[in-house]
């Protein structure tokens, strides 16, 4: 059987893999086929997509603030107008090293011209320090999935939940689908932290990169807050649902990412979830994300930039596909999986399982 040939196979199965597929397959002309399961098969959330994140490099918001406007022109022309909702999301911090990183996190999205507002103690949830970001973009996944797909798919892009794949040395990749057909392409492009986790079998070795658990967790409809969008520098996350239940996040093994998510809503009084699930997703050692190959051989990686990815896409895409400008260029190479931890220069807020939270 004769192979099919594209430029990129991309794999994941987030917004963000999914818009780089079709940035690369409009913008770029390039041939892709896209390798992952739509995210509603998970039955529950592994992420959020946010147009602001806990972030304290000014290299990666002037990267954002480049290409956000690109990724929601073209949510836009895909018709993900309803997928797309305004929000002012509150970011907490409980412990010091997180107060400190909160801290910075407001001084640098301040500069950058995001609308911070400092929310009284008595009315942020016991223990923590708040604030909010006004006007805030926010993505919803399961409206978002079925726009996408029928995006990919005008735009000729050949989409599979899963295949047998075979990574080259020079970033190739052999892939057998499983009706049998067979596709090969130039270069593989590992778009999400799980794409990420699957297929580096080296990745506990790694000095740089690390594999953490996390639970996701769906409760029953609960009192309506305040602030529907919570992120917590101390390792948790949640958004409350038309249906009042919340959908949250939280990094470690169950009782403590339990704790860590039950802290931040004790205005809800006890959770009472009605689905839970275990997975596991990427983080780095000093905290900022990686981009490009592991010993310049293999796959590419791209991972770890957090909820801001898909809003990041269009550079991603540009990079890819070799039309990068300088500043894109610069930032990307800074981000190799390969750069010295000990000396990193890019280093940034970093969550940890443990509840810890600190600036590099």
Known sequence: MTERHFDFAVYGSTPFARLLAVFLAEAHQKSVILIGAMEAHYRLAHGFDLSVAPITRPETWRLLAKSESASRRMLTRLGARRAMARFDPLFLASSPDARLA?????????????????????????GYQAITVRDCLMLDRQELEPVLLLGLETRGVVVSPEAESHFGNDGSVSIRLAGGDAYAAQTAVLADDEAIVRYIAGLPAHPLLEARPMISMLTEPTRALGFRLRISLDGAMAFQRSTLGLAALAFGQEHRAMLSAGSMLTECGSLRRIAQ?????????????????IGQKGPTLIGGFGPVSAFMAPEFASWLAGTADRSTEAYIAARSPDRNINASRVGDIRIVDSGVERAA
């Open 277 to 293: 699930s275990a997975f596991t997703t990427l983080t780095t050692a000093d905290g900022a994300g990686i981009a490009g190959k």
């Open 102 to 126: 909160l801290s910075h996190f407001a001084h640098m999205a301040s500069a950058f011209d995001r609308a911070i507002e400092a929310i009284p103690d008595k009315l942020a949830p016991a």
